[in-house]
């Protein structure tokens, strides 16, 4: 329960910040959909950094677990752009309601991936394996 109150404190504080960036963005001409990706790919690198320390606690190898960050992001970053393709585009909805709509989907799936595959430790998750403790 710890570690979701941790990422739900920067999800809404990153993404209430990223959500006013892309209404400003958008206000000022800038696309939907290019607005959103440039929100994006800076809310993911400050979330790389306080989600690994903050959140997850993590003291894992930091290039391989960079790789799979930038994975999950880049699920992360289809489904959203998905979603605003399917109802701004196609359905007419108003960007800004898909849009605030859409962070909220897109950060409980990032939630579960990097719970689940990011930031985990091979020797703390897998049933088989003991992880070393060092002796005194």
Known sequence: MKQLTRYAV???ASNLAG?????LLTFLDVGPKLAMTTVYL?????????NRQWTFAHEG???PTM?????????GYSLNYSILYLFVDRMLYP???VQAVAIGVVAGFLYLLLKKIVFTDP??????????????
């Open 10 to 12: 920067i999800g809404i």
């Open 19 to 23: 959500y006013l960036a892309y209404l």
């Open 42 to 50: 800076t809310g993911a690198i400050f979330g790389f950094l306080g």
């Open 61 to 63: 190898r930091v290039v």
């Open 67 to 75: 790789l799979k960050y930038a994975l999950a992001h880049s699920a």
């Open 95 to 97: 960007h800004q309601a």
């Open 123 to 136: 020797l703390q998750t897998h049933p088989t394996v003991a992880k070393r403790v060092p002796e005194k």
